[in-house]
């Protein structure tokens, strides 16, 4: 689906729709599953080659169709208007309001804890945002579950698909084929009431990525060759490995302890340029009144070549960065909200006439999900 522009008439007209709709679902027996929630949040990033300040409306849906028991389809839109400040050198840092899909699929459920889908598939469900931000990609997923004794489960999976922006344009010119990428991984999983622990071990692979890719990410970090003006090529390919783990349990009686790790590296590029790991530990504080307050510290480094810049998560501003953020949020349990801020710091790992050092502040105020 392609990007909607959306002004502050159309936000509030879209608003009204969602809540027709959750009323009349309200009054009869269907098939049909949903969910919703809405954030709001105030930017202020700068670096010495741009500076933007602007508010962000999101409203955000998740949705299952059953149409047989293990036969369903899955909708889940984001609906974004922001508004403020941008400046920017390279054009990278823009309003980003419009209509996008995070997930629009069929799955087939054919045996028990596996799962065959197609469509336009969320890519964080398998990788890490070191290799792919939160956004979806034309794609064939099967998730086989290869064993599964009391908590512990075993999964492996395997995608094709193809790399797409998030208006899920391929962005060829001309006589380009169709970019291609393949992943397959390997995944442990535990999970209590009281906790979890995740891993997921895993290749990837990216062919034929055109060159409109290649000059958009020549800006954002990757190394490239101009070919014209307007036109670049990527020095490396991107083939290589990925690892991501994440674990939550208690210490006590009203703590936990939050870490998640993740790694990156590309077997194609020099290999001073070809690695890259986030890293997070934090804690959540539980308080009467089912308050509670989450905190966060994450450590990354992403060199130049070990994600295709273009793909991966800007909230570590793409490649070619060092750097840290740090997350505080106030829990409102009771009243399904939660408060906070984050704070984001990171410097260039070589120079690079298109990157500087980066900071970044954002308030954020969000509702949990709420069934309709």
């Given at each position: 689906?392609?990007?909607?522009?959306?002004?502050?008439?159309?936000?509030?007209?879209?608003?009204?729709?969602?809540?027709?709709?959750?009323?009349?679902?309200?009054?009869?027996?269907?098939?049909?599953?949903?969910?919703?929630?809405?954030?709001?949040?105030?930017?202020?990033?700068?670096?010495?080659?741009?500076?933007?300040?602007?508010?962000?409306?999101?409203?955000?849906?998740?949705?299952?169709?059953?149409?047989?028991?293990?036969?369903?389809?899955?909708?889940?839109?984001?609906?974004?208007?922001?508004?403020?400040?941008?400046?920017?050198?390279?054009?990278?840092?823009?309003?980003?309001?419009?209509?996008?899909?995070?997930?629009?699929?069929?799955?087939?459920?054919?045996?028990?804890?596996?799962?065959?889908?197609?469509?336009?598939?969320?890519?964080?469900?398998?990788?890490?945002?070191?290799?792919v931000g939160d956004q979806a990609f034309p794609a064939v997923r099967a998730d086989v579950q290869v064993f599964k004794i009391g908590n512990f489960q075993t999964l492996v999976t395997a995608e094709q698909a193809i790399p797409t922006?998030?208006?899920?344009?391929?962005?060829?010119?001309?006589?380009?084929?169709?970019?291609?990428?393949?992943?397959?991984?390997?995944?442990?999983?535990?999970?209590?009431?009281?906790?979890?622990?995740?891993?997921?071990?895993?290749?990837?692979?990216?062919?034929?990525?055109?060159?409109?890719?290649?000059?958009?990410?020549?800006?954002?970090?990757?190394?490239?060759?101009?070919?014209?003006?307007?036109?670049?090529?990527?020095?490396?390919?991107?083939?290589?490995?990925?690892?991501?783990?994440?674990?939550?349990?208690?210490?006590?009686?009203?703590?936990?302890?939050?870490?998640?790790?993740?790694?990156?590296?590309?077997?194609?590029?020099?290999?001073?340029?070809?690695?890259?790991?986030?890293?997070?530990?934090?804690?959540?504080?539980?308080?009467?009144?089912?308050?509670?307050?989450?905190m966060k510290l994450t450590s990354f480094r992403i060199e130049p070549d070990a994600a295709v810049a273009f793909f991966n998560s800007n909230k570590f501003y793409n490649t070619n960065r060092v750097g840290y953020s740090y997350e505080s949020f106030m829990n409102f349990k009771r009243y399904n909200f939660r408060l906070g801020a984050r704070y984001t710091e990171a410097e260039v790992i070589f120079l690079n006439p298109t990157q500087s050092r980066e900071?970044?502040?954002?308030?954020?105020?969000?509702?949990?999900?709420?069934?309709?």
């Open positions: 689906m392609k990007k909607l522009k959306l002004t502050p008439l159309r936000f509030v007209l879209l608003l009204g729709v969602f809540h027709l709709i959750g009323a009349s679902l309200s009054f009869a027996a269907s098939p049909l599953e949903a969910s919703w929630r809405m954030a709001l949040s105030g930017v202020d990033a700068q670096d010495s080659q741009s500076s933007s300040k602007y508010v962000g409306v999101g409203l955000e849906a998740r949705s299952k169709y059953h149409l047989l028991p293990d036969l369903y389809f899955a909708l889940d839109p984001l609906i974004r208007f922001e508004n403020g400040s941008y400046q920017t050198i390279d054009g990278t840092r823009k309003n980003e309001s419009g209509l996008y899909l995070k997930e629009a699929a069929a799955h087939w459920q054919f045996l028990q804890g596996s799962d065959l889908s197609a469509g336009a598939l969320n890519q964080t469900k398998v990788h890490s945002e070191l290799l922006s998030s208006s899920l344009s391929t962005n060829t010119t001309g006589v380009e084929s169709t970019p291609r990428f393949l992943s397959a991984s390997l995944a442990l999983n535990y999970e209590a009431s009281l906790g979890h622990w995740r891993t997921r071990l895993g290749t990837f692979s990216y062919d034929n990525l055109p060159s409109t890719v290649a000059t958009e990410s020549g800006f954002r970090g990757n190394t490239v060759i101009s070919l014209t003006e307007a036109e670049s090529k990527f020095v490396y390919e991107y083939q290589g490995v990925e690892a991501l783990t994440s674990l939550r349990t208690p210490v006590m009686r009203g703590w936990d302890v939050l870490a998640d790790a993740s790694y990156l590296q590309n077997n194609k590029a020099r290999a001073e340029l070809s690695r890259a790991y986030a890293a997070s530990i934090g804690s959540e504080f539980y308080f009467i009144g089912r308050k509670s307050l989450e900071k970044s502040l954002m308030l954020i105020l969000e509702t949990a999900y709420a069934n309709i």
